[in-house]
């Protein structure tokens, strides 16, 4: 028990921090330019093949740097001769662009890698375990990229909190069009943070390729899950989508990892059920996939701010 | 220094500037009057390009109709508008930080200048600006704009719905940034803190400038103030 425990959190946080990668810059590009990017997942699932093809010719390390910073030169690309334009016409063209794009994205990997997974995977070295517990081993690879994404976290901190281009980015999110009257140029800062939330998505998929599965379905399945987080946040509340990835994290991988039925559950409660009936017998694990979703609609419910999300839109 | 010859101006399809012309001098000051909705704001919007403007629009020699905005502000076109828009998460500190363009080359007006000048905002200058009351916001805007060293100011309605003990502050401000030789375009609806520190005042009524005189010659002029100011 103790060891599920241990480990559903490590991996739940893993998971979550992950997430937290991709709905940052959801969020961000969200709340400054009001455009619900569509095509964000897609980016993830980018990095990850991008990481996978580069990795077989100039190594893992390296992809892993190279790969999250060219999808960053595409999402600029992207925002400045595809976005930018769109935008003039108002934010359901913006929508129907990103949604597009999206699809353009998928079927373009789907042409060039094919429809079944590739086989992206850390090198053999990084597959060892970092330590041992209860007889379960924590791979080094898990360790790293825990690091990385840690490090990733307090990089935008930094970034946000402590740099004048944060300063820009956090008056923006309220009053873009005051910081353009001040002499600072927004709209190339609006291409700065899509291309950094873009490679924020990258790295998510470069590190997570391994972990999941590198294929052309992740963008997919992922996807839904990073706007739930983003909602349950709060729309445009970044610590709000920090708690509501962790959160979602957790929760997600607890499940999957208890070996329980709602059976048990009502049991354990003083419920005499059969823990095996066709209701009853329904495992978390089975559950686990719909959580996020659960939570979207009660929160739609009983908070629809979201966790951190302002009281005015 | 600003020159607007002909300027049209739209929402939608109503048509709100019907014509404009005005022009401010290197070091002058002017304050544009008239009364709720003739298009005061409109001017100044279409000036900074928030508003698309029609028609003929120079700046020191230089066209800048329908420029982005941050490039009009960068050529020293400062522009404070009625909304008041503080960056409510930043700091009074971070605000004003942020009115400087270029951090290696700062200007004129420094930090410690406003925070003197306005004790209130020395008080709160660690404090998210979001707090502020109407006043100090309004002496926090546009102490903001000039921490990007405009050569000329455009303040609408700086005064409106703020405590006569405010507005007279305001007032010092104005004339302290009219004597560090700042052109100033001020917006305001009457009569006001503006008539004693103008060279010139400019009447709008209807989409369009209809007296052009100095503050004597307004207040001697019943015929105008009748018809275009007092209701
Ligand atoms: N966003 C908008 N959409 C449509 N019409 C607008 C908009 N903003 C202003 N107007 C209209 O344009 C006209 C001029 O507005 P403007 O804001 O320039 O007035 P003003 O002279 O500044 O007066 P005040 O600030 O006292 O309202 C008004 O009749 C107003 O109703
Ligand atoms: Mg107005």
């Given at each position: ?27 961000l ?23 996978y ?23 600029a690309v ?42 992206y995977s ?22 790293v990229t ?47 943070v899509f ?47 920090f708690?509501a ?38 495992t978390?694990?089975s ?12 929160i ?14 | ?12 399809k ?31 919007k ?7 403007p ?23 076109l ?28 700062p200007?004129?007006?420094k ?27 309004q002496?926090?805007t ?10 000329l ?40 803190i503006?008539?004693?520190?103008s ?33």
């Open positions: 028990m103790l060891e599920v425990i241990v480990f559903s959190t490590l991996n739940g946080l893993l998971y979550g921090l992950l997430l937290f990668m991709l709905s940052s810059g959801l969020t590009i969200f709340s400054m330019m009001g455009v619900l990017n569509f095509a964000h997942a897609s980016f993830y699932m980018l990095g990850a093949y991008f990481a093809a580069l990795g077989l010719h100039i190594g893992f390390w390296p992809a892993l740097f190279l790969a999250p910073l060219l999808v960053a030169v595409l999402g992207v925002e400045r001769f595809g976005l930018r334009r769109v935008h003039e016409n108002g934010h359901v063209a913006e929508l129907l662009f990103t949604f597009g794009l999206a699809y353009v994205i998928d079927e373009t990997v789907h042409l060039l890698w094919g429809s079944i997974p590739v086989s850390a090198p053999e070295a990084l597959r060892a375990p970092l330590f041992s517990l209860f007889g379960t081993d924590y791979s080094i690879y898990r360790g825990m690091m990385i994404a840690i490090l990733m976290f307090v990089a935008l901190w930094f970034l946000l909190k402590k740099t004048r281009v944060g300063l820009m980015i956090r008056a923006a999110l309220t009053h873009g069009a005051m910081v353009g009257h001040l002499g600072h140029n927004v709209p190339r800062l609006f291409m700065g291309a950094f939330g873009c490679g924020l998505a990258a790295l998510a998929g470069v590190i997570g390729g391994p972990l999941l599965s590198t294929e052309p379905g992740m963008a997919q399945s992922l996807g839904p899950v990073v706007f739930v987080v983003v909602v349950v946040g709060g729309m445009g509340s970044l610590s709000g989508a708690y990835s962790l959160l979602i994290g957790l929760v997600q991988t607890f499940f999957v990892a208890l070996d329980v039925s709602i059976g048990d559950l009502l049991n354990g409660l003083g419920f005499a059920v059969d823990p095996y009936g066709e209701v009853t017998g329904i978390l694990a559950i686990a996939p719909m959580t996020p979703f659960i939570l979207l609609v009660l739609l419910i009983f908070r629809p701010r979201g966790l951190m999300g302002e009281l005015e839109p | 220094m600003l020159e607007v010859k002909d300027l049209h101006a739209y929402y939608g109503s048509h709100i500037l019907n014509g404009v012309d005005l022009s401010i001098g290197e070091g002058e000051v002017v304050s544009l009057l008239g009364r709720n909705g003739v298009g005061r704001s409109t001017t100044v279409a000036i900074m390009g928030e508003v698309p029609r028609g003929s629009i120079r700046f020191r020699g230089e066209q800048i109709a329908g420029l982005p905005n941050h490039r009009i502000a960068r050529k020293g400062g522009y404070v508008p009625e909304s008041r828009d503080v960056f409510p998460t930043l700091t009074v500190r971070e605000n004003l930080e942020l009115g400087v363009k270029n951090t290696r080359r200007g004129k007006w930090v410690p200048q406003f925070l003197d000048m306005f004790p209130n905002l020395a008080r709160r200058a660690d404090a998210p600006a979001g707090v502020l009351s109407g006043g100090e916001k002496m926090l546009i102490s903001r704009t000039l921490m990007g060293d405009p050569a100011i455009m303040i609408d309605e700086p005064t409106e719905g703020l405590a006569p003990l405010i507005v007279k502050q305001i007032g010092e401000l104005i004339a302290e940034i009219a004597a560090a030789g700042v052109s100033i375009l001020l917006v305001e609806q009457k009569l006001s503006a008539m004693d520190i060279h010139r005042v400019l009447v709008m009524g209807h989409g369009r400038i209809v007296f052009e005189g100095t503050p004597a010659a307004l207040r001697g002029d019943q015929t105008v103030r009748g018809e275009w100011l007092e209701v």
